[in-house]
C-alpha cells in the first residue's frame, strides 16, 4: 500500500512537499516515482528513485525545481516542490515497482503499485 499525503493549493512561485509512505510490502528496496495527471493529459513522470541508493531521475520539466528524496525509512520517499507554475496543477500519484533498474523506469505502465494521489493546484 502507498499513501501520498501533502498537496494542496499555492500560489505561483510557491512550495509543497509531498510524502509517500510504503506499508505492506515484504522487500525493503523499490524503484519509486511521482507521476502526475492532469485532466485531459495522459499521466506524466515528474521524478524517480531507487530507494537502495542511486540518482535521481527527473522529468525536463521539472528539472531544478523538484527534488525526490528518501526518508530515513526507506519505505518513505518525498518530493519537494519549489517554484510552483500554474502548469505543475494535477494529481499527484506516488508508483512502485520492485526493481533497482530505476533509469528504465519512466512510464507509468512500468510501475505495480500505486497510491490514491493528492491533488497539487497552483493558481
Known amino acids: 500500500q502507498l499513501v501520498e499525503s501533502g498537496g494542496g493549493s499555492v500560489q505561483a512561485g510557491g512550495s509543497l512537499r509531498l510524502s509517500c509512505a510504503a506499508s505492506?510490502?515484504?522487500?525493503?528496496?523499490?524503484?519509486m516515482g511521482w507521476f502526475r495527471q492532469a485532466p485531459g493529459k495522459e499521466r506524466e513522470g515528474v521524478a524517480r528513485?531507487?530507494?537502495?541508493?542511486?540518482?535521481?531521475y527527473y522529468a525536463d520539466s521539472v528539472k531544478g525545481r523538484f527534488t525526490i528524496s528518501q526518508g530515513n525509512a526507506k519505505n518513505t520517499v518525498y518530493l519537494q516542490m519549489n517554484s510552483l507554475k500554474p502548469e505543475d496543477t494535477a494529481m499527484y500519484y506516488c508508483?512502485?515497482?520492485?526493481?533497482?533498474?530505476?533509469?528504465?523506469?519512466?512510464?507509468?505502465?512500468?510501475?505495480?503499485?500505486w497510491g490514491q494521489g493528492t491533488q497539487v493546484t497552483v493558481s
Open positions: 528513485i531507487y530507494t537502495g541508493g542511486g540518482t535521481p
Open positions: 505492506g510490502y515484504t522487500y525493503s528496496y523499490y524503484c
Open positions: 508508483a512502485a515497482v520492485i526493481s533497482p533498474f530505476c533509469a528504465a523506469r519512466s512510464a507509468s505502465n512500468q510501475y505495480n503499485y
